[in-house]
């Protein structure tokens, strides 16, 4: 069995019930195991085995409810997605100006006071059925279309509705046109309607413009995130260099990357060292040193220096390509509050069919006169105000601009589901190593004893330890060097204590360097030292004393670091409620002296990596909604076992793999900044459903004429439509404002 997760655009959408009816037709193929259908990305994502599932049965699956499945032009690139969406929005435009013009002639011959200026040719019914008659069947073909496709598949959608509320008012303008005496001896004025059926037509159509210019708008993260890429690589190839497109790149291929230039694919440094700016893929602002033997992220853009790099990453497999996938994944998910919306949609289009019946018997049979003419036009007015656009848009729209926000930010989300959940979050437990801390030890103090200086102590111990890969014994080098402690001095007769430090001879002094122990063994005093070694053990780090000929001569201290974002973010978690614990595999001395640094009072110490998933657990038991956060990799159990796994790391495919959010940056201030992104999108996705839902418990008794038996009122049709497009484009307008809510600190 081999499944596949495949994303393809679908044409033909426009409400809640066109999602539902193609989510249905598709999850009925044999071998289809999920199908999510998304309205403002007007894409389907479908995950099914492919020895059962080919992609003509999920086209047919799609076209044989009355849509169209865009498969196979999914293998061409964005640019031409991109031209496809701006043809059709040309042609809409040019619908939209025909609709609206002509139906504007009719509008100002027929409407009441605006008619007593108009000129007598646009008063002349045969006039105004020759301007509407292409607006009708031209312009509104699309709804026509989409109705008889969908009642030959036994559904309905928003299409029937403006289809039947429209032709009404055409047929009965018509009627009355082309046959005025029968409707002259029911006692009714031969006044036909063809303002209303022109001008909802283009009003409906000048809504869906708009509302796909704003949904365009939701995208625009997916689209900086592809313009990131690279168009050229200056490859290497037989000691020539040539500029070649980024597509032609091998494994393997060395590149070189000059000061200004745009990094083409991901890879590791081979000659050379540069300062890079990273910000576009992983939201640090700072650009960040590198030199040989470290990764290079494609789309990064080198800032200073030229350097030489090996290609270990091309086409899907880069960081980047991984980060638009996963955000395109995240933006065509799901929410779980979606559900409400979804089960009222599969009910909303036949209730409202019912609805307008009910509307026209009851003012047919107990309206005033002429009870006819006050029967179409409120049927029609139901019909067309009772729009499920909105109810559809409410929750997408929003988790595109958000999970578009967070990846701007570094903050990769899964999916909406996560991002739902995030804002829920009462527990946050994280890792200690790597997380908080920067996960290699550095030198945090040197001190010199006697007549010995610190530079003296540093050339010693790099010295000795020149040749060691232990993480402490880098640390000290790295400082040597930072300090210009050198040069190295050669050493004699080198000897490694197990478990307890080395000696050696140094221009013929004996050396000592390690545990105190190793020192007291060889009969070397180190009382003077007494009170550096109680407060530096005391503050949890790790020491090495260094002896010369038989005396103390000093004491090197290194420590895990902890990160520079970690205090402001630990604090701005209790700030918000959420209780902060941290879990790590040290003593409980060396976790107690970073927990204070950071302001963590919670601490579980010494556990073993198979036991950290069984600690989330005994915090979910206590209630609360808990997340952790580690490296992605070595945390994956307990990762899983939180109900929102945060990786932080470099977005490494294990760390994406591992978790539902994905922190890209090395700065834990983001982890704030996803709950903030949680909380604002849902906060969004709460106000579309509500004012979706309370458009439709308002607004459809008042087209139903609810109000005339106290004030008169009727809802006329032509506003209906204007509130119907209003509520559409209201809602993706509302899920833009995410764009300009802050989410970090």
Not at 40 to 45: R, V
Request: proline residues 3%; hydrophobic residues 45%; contains cysteine.
């Amino acid at each position: 069995m081999a499944h596949i997760k495949k994303t393809f655009s679908v044409k033909g959408m426009h409400c809640a019930s066109c999602v539902l009816t193609i989510e249905k037709s598709l999850k009925k193929i044999e071998g289809v195991n999920s199908a999510i259908v998304n309205l403002a990305t007007e894409k389907a994502t479908v995950d099914y085995d492919s020895d059962k599932v080919t992609d003509q049965a999920l086209e047919s699956a799609v076209s044989n409810v009355g849509y169209e499945a865009l498969i196979r032009e999914e293998i061409h690139s964005e640019d031409e997605e991109k031209l496809r969406k701006l043809k059709e929005l040309s042609a809409l435009k040019i619908k939209v100006i025909v609709s609206l013009f002509l139906g504007g002639f009719v509008l100002w011959g027929s409407f009441p006071g605006l008619v007593n200026t108009a000129p007598a040719i646009f008063k002349n019914f045969w006039i105004q059925l020759l301007l509407a008659t292409p607006v009708q069947f031209w312009a509104g073909w699309e709804f026509y279309r989409g109705t008889i496709k969908s009642l030959k598949h036994r559904t309905a959608n928003m299409d029937t509705l403006v289809a039947i509320g429209t032709t009404v008012a055409y047929g009965y303008s018509a009627f009355v046109t082309m046959l005025p005496g029968i409707i002259e001896k029911l006692n009714m004025e031969a006044m036909p309607y063809f303002d209303v059926a022109t001008i909802v037509i283009g009003l409906i159509l000048l809504g869906r413009y708009f509302e796909a210019k704003a949904k365009a708008g939701t995208s625009e993260a997916i689209k900086k995130l592809i313009g990131l890429q690279a168009k050229t690589a200056r490859v290497i190839r037989d000691g020539k260099e040539a500029d070649v497109p980024v597509t032609d790149v091998v494994l393997g291929d060395l590149i070189r990357v000059r000061p200004g230039d745009k990094i083409p694919v991901d890879g590791i440094i081979v000659s050379g060292e540069s300062s890079i700016d990273e910000s576009m893929v992983t939201g640090e602002s700072i650009p960040v040193d590198k030199t040989i033997g470290d990764n290079v992220i494609g789309a990064a853009i080198n800032k200073s220096g030229t350097f030489t790099f090996k290609a270990t990453k091309i086409g899907s497999e880069t960081m980047l390509a991984q980060i638009i996938k996963l955000v395109q994944e995240a933006q065509g998910s799901k929410a779980p509050i979606q559900r409400l919306a979804d089960i009222v949609s599969s009910y909303f289009v036949p209730a409202v069919i019912m609805l307008a019946i009910g509307t026209f018997v009851f003012w047919y049979v107990l309206g005033p006169e002429p009870a006819l003419l006050y029967a179409l036009l409120n049927t029609v007015a139901v019909l067309i105000i009772a729009c499920p656009c909105a109810m559809g848009l409410a929750t997408p729209t929003a988790i595109m601009v958000g999970t578009g926000k967070g990846a701007e930010h570094g903050i990769l989300i899964r999916d909406a589901e996560s991002l739902e959940i995030a804002h829920k979050i009462k527990a946050i437990v994280f890792d200690k190593t790597g997380t908080l801390t920067e996960g290699k030890p550095k030198v945090t103090d040197v001190i010199a004893y006697d007549s010995f200086t610190e530079q003296d102590i540093l050339r010693y111990e790099a010295s000795l330890e020149v040749g060691s890969a232990h993480p402490l014994a880098r640390a000290i080098i790295e400082e040597t060097e930072i300090r210009k402690a050198l040069p190295l001095e050669p050493i004699e007769k080198f000897e490694s204590v197990a478990g307890y430090g080395i000696k050696a001879l140094i221009q013929g002094k004996q050396i000592y360097a390690g545990k105190e122990k190793l020192l007291n063994d060889n009969n070397i005093d180190t009382q003077i030292a007494k009170n550096d070694i109680e407060r530096l053990t005391r503050a949890g780090k790790t020491l090495s004393l260094l002896a010369v000929d038989g005396k103390l001569a000093g004491i090197i201290a290194a420590a895990d670091t902890v990160k520079p974002s970690a205090k402001e973010a630990v604090e701005a978690l209790k700030k918000s409620g959420i209780e902060v614990v941290m879990l790590t595999g040290d003593n409980e001395r060396t976790g107690k002296a970073i927990a204070e640094q950071v302001g963590i009072t919670r601490i579980l110490a010494e556990v073993l990596p198979g036991e950290k998933e069984t600690e989330v657990k005994k915090i979910q038991a206590e209630g609360k909604t808990v997340a952790m956060v580690g490296d992605g990799i070595n945390d994956a159990p307990a990762l899983a076992a939180a109900d929102i796994g945060i990786a932080m790391g470099t977005g490494t495919d294990v760390a994406i793999e591992a978790a539902d959010i994905t922190l890209i940056n090395k700065d834990l201030r983001s982890v704030v900044s996803a709950i903030a992104l949680s909380k604002e999108t849902m906060r969004t996705i709460k106000q579309n459903l509500f004012w979706a839902f309370a458009y439709n418990i308002i607004l459809i008794p008042v087209a139903m004429g609810v109000l005339y038996p106290l004030w008169g009122i009727l809802l006329n049709p032509i506003f209906a439509s204007v509130a119907m497009a209003t509520s559409s484009i209201s809602v993706v307008s509302n899920s833009l404002r995410l764009k300009t809510k802050k989410i970090y600190l």
